[in-house]
T-cell receptor, first 111, second 115 residues
Framework: DAKTTQPPSMDCAEGRAANLPCNHS???????VYWYRQIHSQGPQYIIH???NNETNEMASLIITEDRKSSTLILPHATLRDTAVYYC????????????FGTGTLLAVQP | EAQVTQNPRYLITVTGKKLTVTCSQN?????MSWYRQDPGLGLRQIYY???????DKGDVPEGYKVSRKEKRNFPLILESPSPNQTSLYFC??????????????FGNGTRLTVT
């Protein structure tokens, strides 16, 4: 599975959009990009995933560049409850391929 | 409510005393997995199961056992716990088969301390 690179930490003002970048320059054609977050020591929470098209759900939007070498998770209106570690994960096809969690980005939403 | 339930949430035990951490999911998922999380090491997979009676080792299986006798349950067994198994443990599940790219759902974790 391709590795990902994320900034270790970011700040965002409450109510503003939070844009979390992820670099996955070695991604291959059948690998999906997943985003999870972990609030304190709770279980990781699934946010969104995509292959090559941009995706949106009730939590966030995922923008994947045309060459698929990077992506951005967008939280449109960050709240204090969005303070968490955000993990960008690339996972290939195949039933046994597992999610490999890196160190993620600690997003601190400031009041 | 669709969920993965782990028990107990907190457990303190002594070296060598066998223990079981239970995991149950109500989403009829084929795939289940156990992770441990340690500071600086992130989440690492211990064991996974593709379906009933099918289990396989993850990255850090030493000192652990699992079983999958029923689809909904995937207990983690520590036959002789040691202090280096002190960690935060997560169980997770997802759909399997042709839906292998479906998202993983995690439980709320079990914090284990072995003294």
């Amino acid at each position: 599975d391709a590795k990902t690179t994320q900034p270790p930490s970011m700040d965002c003002a409450e109510g503003r959009a939070a844009n979390l970048p992820c670099n996955h320059s070695t991604i291959s054609g059948n690998e999906y990009v997943y985003w999870y977050r972990q609030i304190h020591s709770q279980g990781p929470q699934y946010i969104i995933h995509g292959l090559k098209n941009n995706e949106t759900n009730e939590m966030a939007s995922l923008i994947i560049t045309e060459d698929r070498k990077s992506s951005t998770l967008i939280l449109p209106h960050a709240t204090l409850r969005d303070t968490a570690v955000y993990y960008c994960i690339v996972r290939g096809g195949g039933a046994t391929n597992k999610l490999i969690f890196g160190t993620g980005t600690l997003l601190a939403v400031q009041p | 409510e669709a969920q993965v339930t782990q028990n107990p949430r907190y457990l303190i035990t002594v070296t060598g005393k066998k223990l079981t951490v239970t995991c149950s999911q109500n989403m009829n998922h084929e795939y289940m997995s156990w992770y441990r999380q340690d500071p600086g090491l992130g989440l690492r997979q211990i064991y996974y199961s593709m379906n009933v009676e099918v289990t396989d080792k993850g990255d850090v299986p030493e000192g652990y056992k699992v079983s999958r006798k029923e689809k909904r349950n995937f207990p983690l067994i520590l036959e002789s716990p040691s202090p280096n198994q002190t960690s935060l443990y997560f169980c997770a599940s997802r759909r399997g088969g042709s839906s292998y790219n479906s998202p993983l759902h995690f439980g709320n974790g079990t914090r284990l301390t072995v003294t």
